[in-house]
């Protein structure tokens, strides 16, 4: 069965964590600092605060910004629900945005429609890990302040330079099957010194100075710190930051074998007209391919059929607007049309040349025996209708 999504570690990743088993010190301490450096110089910004989930990030950058009750943050509906759920914890509104029918990010002309004096924020999501159009968004925005969600787009490249260096504070996961995998784990980038400093104290319960800091410098009453405001522990461990360095150092090579098995993918489907592809990369446009994503009218048949063949699927994302918790009071008519359409194909850098042509003769041959007979059935239905 090949896998949706899976991760690319070895001995290197294995060393590493010995390494950090045997030094004694795992929690909070050398190794994240140094993942933060190395990680802030990758991005090309001033700062990166590890954390133990984008969640956390996100969460962390609303409170950075001082977002606060009944203050509105514009969010797309077509993204993991932590996007919208930080917004929610913060006793703020989320106000979903549709997103673009071919790339799947933010739709600028909603987030135009939706703008108003109550925004204090927009999060836009690279989707896929294909760039939003930041340059436009910007101009939009008006000087609203920019969060990127960036989970999906580590390595990721707008115009040229790093995603996730455009905004106010960018976010990014590195969950077990991202781009960058440490098992678990997050990131908030900024070039804002006093975002960093207090990133880092509300990482910590909102203490001034880690175990690690305190012990590493000879003064008197070294245990002694000071805590003036409230925060919720949620940073990295020297565990996973171990694993973080030795993927960042691979992330280009493993990321370019993603675009070698997307452009498998485009060669082999691109002439088939009942599949819809993501749109390809460009000048200004370069994906971390973390999602490969089709359209197909008859996705749930498509699904079943990989299924029996060893290919398992996904469907990212149900829009977020329609889950209960948020009244499912919202229309946004495309995201709407591609939920029922969206099929996830297997992509990591560990997937062959060879399981990459299996899916897509997979998917031909069931657009060649099965979908002509669909087709024909459901013109019959509208036929009858």
Aim: net charge negative.
């Amino acid at each position: 069965m090949l896998n949706v999504f899976k991760p690319d570690m070895g001995e290197e990743e294995i060393r590493a964590v010995a390494e950090v088993i045997r030094s004694g010190w795992i929690g909070l301490g050398p190794k994240t600092a140094e993942f933060e450096r190395q990680f802030a110089e990758y991005i090309g910004v001033a700062h990166a605060v590890a954390l133990n989930s984008c969640t956390a990030a996100l969460d962390l950058s609303l409170k950075l910004l001082e977002i606060k009750n009944a203050d509105e943050v514009l969010v797309p509906t077509m993204t993991f629900v932590s996007t919208a759920h930080t917004v929610a914890y913060n006793l703020a509104y989320p106000i979903f945005v549709d997103v673009d029918k071919q790339t799947k990010n933010l739709d600028l002309s909603d987030v135009e429609r939706k703008l108003s004096r109550r925004t204090k924020a927009i999060i836009p999501v690279h989707y896929a890990g294909r760039p939003v159009d930041l340059d436009a968004l910007k101009g939009i925005a008006r000087g609203v302040p920019i969060i990127e969600d960036a989970a999906h787009a580590c390595g990721a490249r707008y115009k040229g330079k790093r995603v996730g260096s455009f905004g106010n504070i960018a976010c990014y996961s590195f969950h077990a099957v991202k781009n960058l995998a440490m098992g678990d784990g997050g990131a908030l980038t900024t070039d804002n010194n006093e975002f960093n400093e207090r990133a880092k104290r509300l990482r910590w319960l909102g203490i001034d100075k880690g175990t690690w800091d305190r012990t590493a410098v000879d003064q008197s009453y070294w245990w002694e710190y000071y805590v003036n405001e409230i925060g919720l522990k949620c940073h990295l461990n020297d565990i996973a930051a171990a694993i973080g360095l030795v993927q960042l150092a691979k992330l280009d090579k493993m990321n370019e074998r993603r675009r070698q098995i997307k452009n498998i993918y485009n060669e082999g489907l691109r002439d088939l007209e009942q599949v819809t592809l993501p749109p390809d990369d460009d000048g200004d446009y370069q994906s971390s391919w973390h999602i490969y994503s089709i359209c197909s009218d008859h996705r749930d048949e498509l699904s079943v059929f990989l299924q029996t063949n060893g290919i398992s699927t996904g469907v990212h994302y149900k829009p977020i607007h329609l889950y209960k918790c948020y009244g499912n009071i919202t229309h946004l008519p495309t995201a709407e049309w591609l939920f029922s359409r969206l099929l996830t194909l297997p992509m990591y850098p560990g997937l062959s040349d060879a399981d990459a042509w299996r899916v897509v003769e997979c998917i031909r041959d069931f657009h060649k025996n099965y979908g002509t007979r669909l087709d024909e059935r459901n013109s019959r239905v509208r036929g009858e209708d």
